[in-house]
């Protein structure tokens, strides 16, 4: 279902006011409203859900089972993450405080409560969680003792910490860094933020369920060159011609780096798409120098980054 | 958008060589090699505030992008290198726009062998809008080097572009951070030129069709370096 929908937002209401009574509709209202103003926690919230993307994407293989959302018309409704094969829906609220807003009270049981029973018997969840994300990792030990008291096994605290811009996430947060190593192909830091800064757009963009390979195949669209090439088969040898050239000039090597063909040579490293011609370029067969042919190598990556 | 003037401030360390340099820049922006020899030029007097904060002896990556390489980045060299072990990092970027910010990734890169020794970098761009391009070449290096200082060098900033590269870093490496440029200009167009900058678009004013990523265009400095 679409965010925003009215008729959906209408029926939950009057599933609530059925449900908890008409205290809890105006309790549900106003969590809404709150969602809307909120900028700083936009940048804590956005980064939390970019941070999910990869964590999924790095892991799984059917990105098109997992939808996210933000802001839904909810009582825990910063995220929320649907998994359609097993019919389990994840619900978020994160809060980028070490106070009294990231700390684990009566009323967050109560909202948890209601939403768990807003899953099963409007949304039809089999499985339904609930979780509090905070960004203080003291807070959140203190909250896991308290929502062990509950007794409910589908509420959790988690710890994701604030950083403001993405480069310190990368180098603070060692988890994001390794899902986004995996959907790089590689550990280069530059690399991992571009990726990251990729699917942050996209998720502000699309802000309304999102299918993940959606976002995904949105986020490739537009990285030019295509930097999620570790989500591809590894390559396969490259063609005897280009093993070939390289033997002909003395320091000229090649190997295969983040899902391409890296041609170097005296610290010159020109990466290649693995899509390359089965039979030598007749424009290569004619070069006389290794300055023609590197000029060449380095030209093919110009179709890629075409606007 | 009001005289260009009006819409710069010089930095203190800008003398009039600098602002006269800034100038002819600016009348040079139909002549390619006239503007190639001003931004060269500029480069010497950036490396001459440079040189007076860097160690004789020191090893310094002077750190540039493709289309910087035979001119801005030349002059740096030329100021430094009478004293020091001078090694260059070339990026060859491709720089654009997205709708919440931009990016320039790596396409294509020439690391100087020994890169991963030099006690300085100096980083070299011909104007700094976003901090994009700047901010990508510094991750592309900051682990495998172990820098003293980083220079961040250019002609001219945006106002605020500082502050912006700074708060992307963690403070250990923030820290490292040292601007050097001869002016600040606070207006930029919707296309995020700034203005008056260095008259336009880098890389047609120096005589390139276009980001050397999309043409595959080799420095001279690259070719030089690899003894091409």
């Not at chain 1, 089972?65 to 389990?88: I, K, W």
């Not at chain 1, 089999?126 to 203080?136: E, F, I, P, R």
């Not at chain 1, 403001?164 to 603070?172: K, M, R, T």
């Not at chain 2, 207006?187 to 890389?203: D, H, L, N």
């Amino acid at each position: 279902m679409m965010l925003g929908d009215g008729a959906e937002t209408e029926a939950i209401e009057a599933f609530v006011e059925q449900q908890f009574g008409g205290d809890a509709v105006i309790q549900l209202r106003s969590i809404r409203t709150g969602g809307d103003n909120n900028q700083k926690g936009g940048v804590y919230e956005n980064f939390f859900a970019v941070a999910k993307i990869c964590e999924i994407v790095a892991s799984e293989d059917n990105l098109a089972d997992f939808t996210l959302s933000a802001q839904e018309f909810s009582y825990v409704d910063d995220l929320c993450l649907r998994q359609r094969s097993n019919n389990t829906k994840t619900n978020y609220q994160a809060k980028n405080s070490s106070g009294d807003a990231a700390r684990w009270t009566p009323t967050h049981a109560e909202r948890f409560a209601r939403q768990t029973v807003i899953d099963r018997d409007f949304h039809r969840v089999d499985t339904s969680n609930q979780v509090l994300v905070v960004s203080c990792p003291s807070m959140a030990e203190a909250n896991r003792h308290k929502i062990s008291q509950c007794g409910r096994a589908s509420f959790r605290c988690e710890y994701f910490p604030y950083f403001p811009a993405s480069v310190q996430l990368i180098f603070g947060e060692d988890t994001v860094r390794e899902n986004l190593k995996v959907i790089c192909g590689s550990d280069d830091v530059s690399t991992a933020n571009a990726v990251f800064t990729l699917l942050l757009g996209v998720w502000h963009s699309a802000q309304a369920a999102a299918r993940l390979d959606d976002l995904v195949r949105q986020a490739r669209h537009i990285s030019k060159p295509d930097l999620f090439l570790g989500l591809d088969p590894t390559p396969g040898p490259p063609p005897p011609w280009l093993t070939g050239l390289c033997s002909q000039y003395a320091g000229l090597e090649l190997h295969i780096e983040a899902g391409r063909y890296v041609v170097t040579y005296r610290g010159l490293s020109i990466a290649m798409k693995v899509e390359i011609e089965a039979q030598m370029p007749a424009a290569l067969a004619t070069a006389q120098t290794l300055n023609q042919v590197l000029s060449y190598l380095m030209l093919q990556a110009a179709p890629e980054l075409a606007n | 958008m009001g005289t260009p003037e009006a819409h710069r401030r010089f930095a203190s360390c800008a003398d009039e060589g600098a602002k006269n340099a800034l100038n002819t820049l600016l009348e040079s922006t139909r002549e390619p090699s006239a503007y190639r020899a001003s931004m060269t030029d500029i480069g010497r007097q950036l490396g001459r505030i440079v040189d007076g904060s860097i160690p004789i002896g020191s090893k310094c990556l002077v750190v540039a992008t493709a289309e910087d390489a035979d001119y801005l980045a030349a002059g740096v060299i030329e100021s430094l290198r009478s004293s020091r072990d001078i090694l260059a990092a070339i990026f060859w970027n491709n720089h654009y726009p997205l709708n919440n910010g931009s990016i320039a990734p790596v396409v294509h890169r020439y690391l100087q062998p020994g890169y991963q020794d030099a006690d300085y970098l100096v980083v070299v761009k011909s104007i700094i809008s976003s901090s994009c391009v700047v901010r990508t070449n510094i991750l592309a290096l900051i682990e495998q080097t172990s820098p003293k200082r980083i220079f961040v060098v250019s002609p001219v900033m945006y106002i605020g572009a500082e502050n912006a590269l700074r708060d992307e870093f963690p403070p250990a490496i923030a820290d490292l951070f040292e601007f050097v440029y001869f002016a600040v200009d606070d207006y930029r167009t919707k296309t995020g030129e700034v203005r008056p900058g260095i008259g336009g678009q880098v890389y047609q004013l120096l005589g390139l069709e276009d980001q050397p990523a999309r043409t595959g265009f080799m420095p001279q400095l690259v070719k030089t370096l690899m003894a091409l």
